[in-house]
């Protein structure tokens, strides 16, 4: 196995100097492959440039930027001289980006465009280490010279190439040598935890936290040379990153495109991928896209259609019990589902077969005609989902992890699937279930999920308090999640203990800091924000009924009881409209961070109910105590 990131771009640059290692679009809309040599002499040209510029093994290099392949070139050339990339993507603001390089200690950052650089200059005074700039793309004359006045030297991406030559020409062997000297234990990256708490959490991820993964991955998620992977993930964000990592030990090509329904299937057609990484809103997409498609055509073709979905999604059903994929959790249950089922399963193969003909070798056509599977992470995926393209034949594989363990700890295989599951835990790590004083469970008990292994991050940067909060003694990884084993070892996941809302599109927020907004309304009492799993966050409101009933006599709203006042479409419409002003981009919060719908609740929290004896939210009851609630909110 190769030591660094860099030796194994090196290795496989070496073995297969001609073979497309990545695809971007031009403007003409086609396709144009850079070989992995080519990928290999840039690195080692912008490695070159940035010891140019003073930079030194151990430093960090702030990355701002999005997809695009000059952003793997730049991270690999951080890597290669022994430097950490800390990278971010565009979407950040002013204030995330100045913490980040701040506390980094960045003397040079990689920016993306003009914007990026104004969110840098004007927080100059924050940032007094930072130095030197690399653009990907040239500025403004405008922001250009404010940069030289605020003592920011602005490089493009073509002048640091050119450095980099002239550097590497003065001084032969330099680059290949800081190259060589790279070690497993390395740190390759410092990814910022992306909440929106005013302090996010480094993870310090080292080179062997990504490679020991790479020692089993790929007889998961098998690839070839030669293959080629639609890629349409945040390209800093901890899943891509390996992903594309897993790519490249396949001699594989990564083809950057965009998820947006029309483009990707586009792009699928025109390229032809084996593999696709996602997050579940993508599978959702187009799931969504696929019934809304047979509704408008209508007619015989939507209740044949219907027909052959249901007919299929059962023989599924039967058939994963027969061959041992769905989840058991004894022996005695494993043999006697494959006998209870093999008839029906038997029966209803001839009309799935029918319906694979029919309907489902289009729907297959459309992800191309070598398409091998889907690799989905970043959240739950929709048992729904799940089935359907089970049944469809479209072979979509779960995997899980977090940015702390770099961050694949489990992936169901393409080759031997159980559905509903999560894999067995990759050959690198191991992971245990335990109740709450830490006793391990037996299989289907559900419990804690920790995790230990090489893939388990160094810690949190500059946070070695907080850390030892996460990781004990013995090495064990409290993940936050609840779920339990199936007798043959695969997970199961049940949703999270920890506070982190990550929704289907992978985005991660931290809820407290959207309730403490929500708090600051006079009419709101107390809130909390939920969402895990789903497409976007919602709200419990308790209201505050002193201010609501006030407000009510203002507003010459006649009631008789408070369920009156709560009935009111007007009362609807005020807190609609203190949440929109709270949770707003001009108080700082992103597009996913606002709150699609609400519930207002006239009873306040308890404590033994929904509050712990620290007075704090038992945010994992929530999903029991208000099921009602959380079907008006979500569906």
């Not at 200059?121 to 250009?144: C, I, Q, Y």
């Not at 295989?413 to 990759?426: E, Y």
């Not at 199936?486 to 985005?507: A, P, Q």
């Not at 369920?563 to 409209?577: G, N, V």
């Amino acid at each position: 196995m190769d030591r660094t990131l860099p030796k194994l771009l090196r290795r496989i640059a070496n073995e297969y100097p001609e073979v497309p290692g990545q695809y971007y679009k031009a403007k003409s809309g086609e396709f144009i492959p850079i070989s992995f040599a080519e990928e290999y002499s840039l690195v080692l040209d912008y490695a070159a440039g940035l010891l140019s510029l003073g930079q030194v093994r151990g430093d960090r290099v702030g990355l701002i930027g999005d997809n695009r392949p000059d952003w793997l070139h730049l991270s690999m050339a951080i890597m290669a001289i022994g430097c950490s990339d800390v990278p971010r993507g565009c979407d950040a603001n002013a204030r995330e980006i100045t913490y980040i390089l701040s506390f980094a200690e960045c003397r040079v950052a990689v920016l993306e465009n003009d914007a990026q650089l104004a969110k840098v200059l004007d927080n100059k005074n924050a940032l007094p280490l930072l130095a030197a700039v690399v653009l990907f793309d040239a500025p403004s004359t405008e922001r250009a010279a404010a940069a030289a006045s605020a003592g920011l030297d602005i490089i493009s991406l073509e002048a640091l190439r050119l450095r980099g030559r002239g550097y590497r020409a003065e001084n032969p062997e330099r680059v290949e040598a800081e190259l060589e000297t790279g070690a497993w234990d390395d740190i390759a990256t410092v990814i910022f935890t992306s909440g929106t708490t005013g302090e996010p959490k480094g993870v310090m991820l080292s080179h062997g936290n990504f490679l020991c993964q790479l020692e089993e991955l790929p007889s998961r998620i098998v690839l070839y040379p030669g293959d080629r992977a639609l890629c349409v993930l945040p390209v800093w964000h901890a899943f891509e990153r390996l992903c594309e990592y897993v790519i490249l030990i396949g001699a594989s090509a990564i083809i950057y495109s965009k998820p947006i329904g029309s483009v990707l299937l586009g792009d699928f057609a025109k390229m032809n991928p084996q593999i696709m990484p996602s997050v579940p809103r993508i599978w959702e997409s187009v799931y969504d896209g696929i019934y809304r498609l047979m509704r408008k055509t209508g007619g015989a073709t939507w209740i044949i259609f219907n027909f052959f979905v249901e007919a299929a999604i059962l023989q599924s059903r039967f058939q994963r019990k027969v061959f041992g994929r769905s989840p058991v959790f004894s022996r005695g249950q494993r043999v006697f589902e494959a006998i209870a089922c093999f008839l029906p399963f038997v029966l209803l193969w001839p009309v799935k077969a029918l319906g694979g003909l029919l309907v489902f070798r289009k729907i297959r056509l459309k992800l191309g005609n070598s398409f091998r599977g889907g690799v989905s992470g970043g959240g739950a995926l929709p048992p729904n989902i799940d089935e359907f393209f089970w049944a469809v034949g479209v072979n979509v594989v779960e995997g899980y992890g977090l940015t702390e363990t770099a961050p694949v700890t489990a992936v169901r295989p393409f080759g031997r699937p159980v559905f509903g599951t999560i894999g067995t835990p990759i050959s690198c790590c191991e992971m245990k279930i335990v109740d709450e004083s830490g006793r391990e469970l037996p299989p289907g008990v559900k419990g804690l999920v920790l995790v230990r292994g090489g893939n388990v991050m160094k810690g949190y940067y500059r946070k070695p308090e907080l850390t030892a909060r996460v990781i004990s003694p013995e090495g064990w990884l409290d993940t936050g999640d609840l779920g339990f084993k199936t007798h043959t070892g695969e997970v199961i996941l049940r949703g999270r203990k920890k506070d982190t809302i990550v929704l289907r599109g992978g985005e991660n927020i931290e809820p407290l800091p959207v309730e403490l907004k929500l708090n600051e309304s006079r009419y709101v009492a107390q809130s909390v924000v939920v969402g895990q799993d789903q497409r976007y966050l919602g709200a419990l409101i308790i209201v505050n009924k002193d201010e609501l009933s006030s407000w009510a006599v203002d507003n010459s709203i006649e009631f008789a009881s408070f369920a009156d006042i709560f009935a009111h479409e007007q009362t609807r419409k005020l807190y609609e409209s203190e949440i929109a002003a709270l949770i707003s981009a001009k108080n700082g919060f992103k597009a996913f961070e606002r709150i699609n719908r609400f519930v207002l609740l006239e009873k306040p929290f308890e404590l033994g109910v929904e509050l712990s004896a620290k007075q704090e939210i038992m945010r994992y009851r929530l999903d029991d105590l208000y099921r009602a609630e959380m079907k008006i909110l979500f569906g």
